[in-house]
């Protein structure tokens, strides 16, 4: 009879980094499952205390976990991301720095400052372009 329970192969801080990693296992096509995650959501200052969010798989997966969280952190998802769909990071036309920063209008700033204190909702300020953080140039247009 298999080994059904669970080994923790990774902790998090912030639930949304373990959410996209037990993504990452299961398209590996390994069975993974989140643990005290509703407790970090509820309380985030619990997450210290219980370890962060726990990602678990079943101890039998748990050599190919490890070795999938190794080569991510080593990049080689990000290489070969960038390999087969030729991945271009946006650069400062002026000195070529991949450094950019999002700039947002004032006005639509102040929006979100009002919206927040009548209704409660939040609409998230337009980006009206982009600032290389190493030269100061300004940039317009998507991303």
């Not at 959410?19 to 997450?47: K, M, Q, Y």
């Not at 748990?62 to 190794?70: E, K, N, S």
């Not at 991510?72 to 960038?82: I, K, N, P």
Request: hydrophobic share 40%; glycine share 8%.
């Amino acid at each position: 009879m298999p080994d059904k329970r669970l080994v923790t192969v990774e902790s998090f801080t912030n639930p949304w980094d373990a959410h996209v990693t037990r993504g990452l296992l299961e398209s590996e096509g390994i069975p993974a499952t989140l643990a005290s995650e509703h407790h970090v959501w509820a309380n985030w200052p619990f997450s210290l205390a219980l370890g962060g969010v726990c990602l678990e798989v079943p101890r039998e997966f748990a050599a190919r976990a490890h070795d999938v969280l190794r080569r991510l952190r080593d990049g080689e998802y990000q290489a070969v991301l960038e390999e087969q769909q030729d991945v271009q990071t946006s650069r400062c036309e002026r000195c070529g720095s991949a450094e950019l920063r999002d700039v947002r209008s004032i006005w639509s700033v102040l929006l979100l400052v009002a919206t927040i204190g009548l209704s409660g909702v939040i609409f998230p300020p337009h980006i009206k372009g982009w600032k290389c953080m190493a030269c100061g140039n300004r940039l317009s247009g998507a991303r």
